[in-house]
């Protein structure tokens, strides 16, 4: 079973029992506190017979040396002391429990010889053990281990200022929460998990102090969405637009706002997409799973900040109901757009939400995020999640968060060249531009519909499901924004 580990702080000393785990410069420096669990000086034999060198999340499991009081010794890799960073710290965290799994208590000593680790560098390790520590499990009758646990159920974090530690910790903490409901509602299937289910779960932010309203068909109806409701008309399942607020801002301080795709399952409508691979689209609302989790871990942590999120909830059926390529719909901005390919569909539902926030919050600036196009994928593999945006300052800390995160970005282009290509002689744009530059042009899109306001739009199809497992996910949904997002919110706009 999936267990997520108590984390305890505490000062350095000898553990007493269970697994130790000790962080190796590379080149094999042992910090002073080794000794308290290698006395008579026996690792660095050991560190030589084996060739561990300490390269970065690189380990060797020992029995504990002799005059030791516990059990088992892990030697955990940190790399290079001078290019410790916050996002190695986490890696080495995760690493750590990776690497421990077997045991059930573990004790880490957070000394690296020349580095004084600060109370934040020992938060974002323990903050890697969480995010390791996630499986999703939920629907495994059966299990390999037999039902024992998949890691320990206790860290003890040995450092030199536990309680300053303590501290920052409960703010990582607040993240990890918000990254693993995102990974949860991106893993669950679809037969689970449908727009009205999607709608409870963020209702059930209004416990953290998030206001929550749900908007249905019949009132988008009378806003006049008529482009994320002609995506839901096929499906059976009634569409949904969920406002989350979090007030925790001045008054009079302008929101800051994030909008979230919501496909639940995206057959491609008529337009069907080929049956390989289609079980993946049970993910496509990796936007808003990203924005949920945002909102929880904004609230979580008391963020000093007016925060809007809103999700757009559908599902992209083929029925006799369904909308057909040559379609027109009219969108709340009152703009047409001709329907080519059903199949481009994440755009009509963010087009209408994008209007409507701008419209009723007039926010400092949006930020969507969505699994929007394939070719992204093609662009930038799973490394990296493709940046649009008509604001330079906006763009650059966004690049700047998913540098100190770890969820990177890579920005693409917009220009008057592309948005020709989405024009249609029917109506006034078309829904995609064709084979090339499908990201740029779906950006393009949906830049007609935020007029001025300061807007980024990314498209997380790479990075939000199927990317590489790593030192703190090996979750197939990675929960990618959470964490990039609350960073941008804390670096540049609290109190």
Request: glycine share 12%.
């Amino acid at each position: 079973m999936s267990v997520r580990p108590a984390i305890a702080f505490a000062r350095i000393a000898a553990p007493k029992k269970g697994t130790a785990v000790v962080l190796v410069a590379e080149g094999g420096g042992l910090a002073a506190s080794a000794a308290a669990v290698d006395p008579e000086g026996q690792l660095a034999r050991a560190f030589s017979v084996a060739d561990f060198t300490g390269k970065l999340a690189a380990s060797l499991d020992l029995v504990a040396p002799h005059g030791a009081a516990c059990e088992r010794v892990l030697a955990l890799g940190v790399g290079k002391p001078d290019a410790l960073d916050e996002r190695s710290w986490s890696r080495i965290g995760g690493a750590a429990f990776a690497a421990a799994k077997k045991a059930q208590e573990v004790s880490i000593l957070v000394d690296v010889e020349g580095v004084s680790p600060s109370p934040e560098d020992v938060a974002a390790l323990a903050l890697g053990v969480l995010l390791n520590s996630y499986v999703f499990d939920k629907y495994k009758t059966v299990k390999k281990d037999n039902g024992k646990a998949t890691g320990p159920a206790k860290v003890t974090v040995l450092c030199a200022n536990p309680a300053a530690a303590k501290r920052a910790f409960a703010t990582a903490q607040a993240v990890a929460d918000g990254v693993l409901l995102a990974r949860d509602l991106v893993n669950e299937p679809a037969n689970v998990l449908g727009t009205l289910e999607f709608a409870a779960k963020a209702r059930e932010l209004e416990a953290l102090g998030v206001k929550v309203e749900i908007l249905t068909e019949k009132e988008m109806r009378k806003l006049k969405m008529g482009a994320l409701l002609g995506v839901a008309q096929g499906s059976i399942r009634p569409p949904r637009l969920v406002v989350m607020r979090w007030d925790g801002g001045k008054p009079k301080d302008k929101p800051v706002a994030f909008v979230g795709k919501g496909v639940v399952f995206d057959t491609g409508g008529v337009s069907i997409k080929p049956a390989g691979g289609m079980e993946d689209m049970k993910g496509d609302m990796g936007g808003a799973a990203a924005v949920t989790g945002l909102m929880h871990a904004l609230a979580a942590r008391k963020a000093k900040a007016n925060v809007i999120g809103v999700i757009g909830l559908v599902e992209n059926m083929p029925d006799g109901n369904a909308q057909r390529p040559g379609d027109i719909v009219t969108s709340m901005s009152g703009q047409t757009i001709e329907v080519i390919n059903t199949d481009a569909e994440g755009r009509l539902v963010l087009g209408d939400a994008l209007w409507y926030v701008n419209e009723r919050f007039s926010p400092r600036f949006m930020v969507n995020l969505a699994t929007l196009t394939g070719a992204i994928i093609v662009a930038l593999g799973n490394e990296h999640a493709g940046l649009f945006s008509n604001d330079d300052e906006l763009a650059d800390r966004l690049l700047a968060a998913g540098r100190d995160t770890g969820e990177k970005l890579w920005r693409l282009p917009l220009g008057p060249e592309y948005d020709k290509m989405i024009d249609s002689k029917n109506a006034d744009m078309k829904n995609t531009g064709g084979r090339y530059a499908g990201s740029i042009t779906a950006a393009q899109f949906l830049q007609r519909f935020v007029k001025d306001t300061p807007w980024a739009h990314l498209d997380i199809a790479g990075t939000a499901m199927g990317s590489p497992s790593s030192e703190i996910n090996q979750s197939w949904g990675s929960g990618f924004g959470v964490r990039l997002l609350d960073r941008l919110v804390r670096d540049h706009y609290e109190g």
